[in-house]
């Protein structure tokens, strides 16, 4: 399995454009989330679904955040429009029971830097 | 908020085991606890989890005190690529409630 794919890697925008942040999830997990993460706030929860359906998205910042999960395999984060204390490592979760327990397996993020 | 204390960083020799504590006083019944990792720019890693007794797996154990207020993560032998930053978290077992990740502790493993 190729794991949590997160795309981009890095993404520079500026401010006031929209930014789009992709995930797929690893196949078979029912449960994905989206955290953000930065020096002074450390790793924050902003959103989780379970089969597709936004369970719970009180860590979204502002309504400038939304995210989606049209399919299975997909989720995105969009915000709009983009400002510079958005700039952070967003990190893209899944999550299944196995062995009792529910492991989360995390992608390798997608630094954000708006000028 | 987080319901853990942990030491901000901690220094390790290569070789030596690593001890890193973690306070969770509050801890319900219910509640387990949970290590993961995050080595530099990566997503945070799962090592380890347990309830009451010490559990031990391929890459670390853990000790949980007969209270359950605290717990230690022990790397028998700390190698370089050790160097991350270590989160205790407590969460219960049932439901899949998300994680909750504090400061953790940063160990810096030293040739």
């Known amino acids: 399995d190729a794991g949590v794919i997160q795309s981009p890697r890095h993404e520079v925008t500026e401010m006031g454009q929209e930014v789009t942040l992709r995930c797929k999830p690893i196949?078979?997990?029912?449960?994905l989330f989206w955290y953000r993460q930065t020096m002074m706030r450390g790793l924050e929860l902003l959103i989780y679904f379970n089969n597709n359906v936004p369970i719970d998205d009180s860590g979204m910042p502002e309504d400038r955040f939304s995210a989606k999960m049209p399919n299975a395999s997909f989720s995105t984060l969009k915000i709009q429009p983009s400002e510079p204390r958005d700039s952070a490592v967003y990190f893209c979760a899944s999550s299944t029971r196995t062995g009792g327990f529910y492991g989360y397996t995390f992608g390798s993020g997608t630094r954000l830097t708006v000028v | 908020d987080a319901k853990t204390t942990q030491p901000p960083s901690m220094d390790c020799a290569e070789g030596r085991a690593a001890n890193l504590p973690c306070n969770h006083s509050?801890?319900?019944?219910?509640?387990?606890v949970y290590w993961y990792r995050q080595i530099h720019s990566q997503g945070p890693q799962y090592i380890i989890h347990g309830l009451k007794n010490n559990e031990t797996n391929e890459m670390a154990s853990l000790i949980i005190t007969e209270d359950r207020k605290s717990s230690t993560l022990i790397l028998p032998h700390a190698t370089l690529r050790d160097t991350a930053v270590y989160y205790c978290?407590?969460?219960?077992?049932?439901?899949?409630?998300?994680?909750?990740f504090g400061k953790g502790t940063r160990l810096s493993v030293i040739a």
């Open positions: 978290i407590v969460r219960a077992q049932s439901g899949n409630t998300p994680l909750v």
């Open positions: 509050t801890i319900s019944g219910n509640e387990y």
């Open positions: 196949s078979g997990h029912d449960y």
